[in-house]
């Protein structure tokens, strides 16, 4: 589990797994076992991960039928979107981003 928090909102947490996947779209070391992105990377770091959760929306749109209850053909289990794990993250951030606060990970 990571955890990220930020003084401007509550802590929000996920699986390691797509924590990396997260910080990689928003180009930090996925590795990195803490950081901070800075109030001066916040608008960046909420841009790339938008523009993320639109390329996965668009890309899937021809093959999915957009429902929640969607099921993946090859685990039998449904399907949970970058956007569903993306946007409390990106809430923080933009919670962060308001109130000129950072966001940390691991400390």
């Keep these: 589990m990571i955890t990220f928090k930020s003084q401007a909102s509550g802590d929000v947490m996920m699986f390691a797994k797509n924590a990396k996947e997260l910080l990689r779209i928003i180009g930090k070391d996925p590795e990195a076992t803490q950081g901070v992105v800075?109030?001066?990377?916040?608008?960046?770091?909420?841009?790339?991960?938008?523009?993320?959760?639109?390329?996965?929306?668009?890309?899937?749109?021809?093959?999915?039928?957009?429902e929640p209850d969607a099921v993946d053909p090859g685990t039998g289990q449904a399907r949970i979107h970058l956007a569903q794990r993306a946007i409390p993250f990106l809430e923080l951030m933009q919670y962060a981003l308001d109130d000129d606060k950072p966001v940390t990970w691991g400390v």
Excluded at 44 to 58: F, M, T, W, Y
């Design 38 to 66: 800075t109030v001066d990377q916040l608008p960046d770091a909420i841009a790339r991960l938008r523009d993320a959760i639109e390329a996965d929306k668009s890309s899937r749109a021809d093959r999915d039928s957009g």
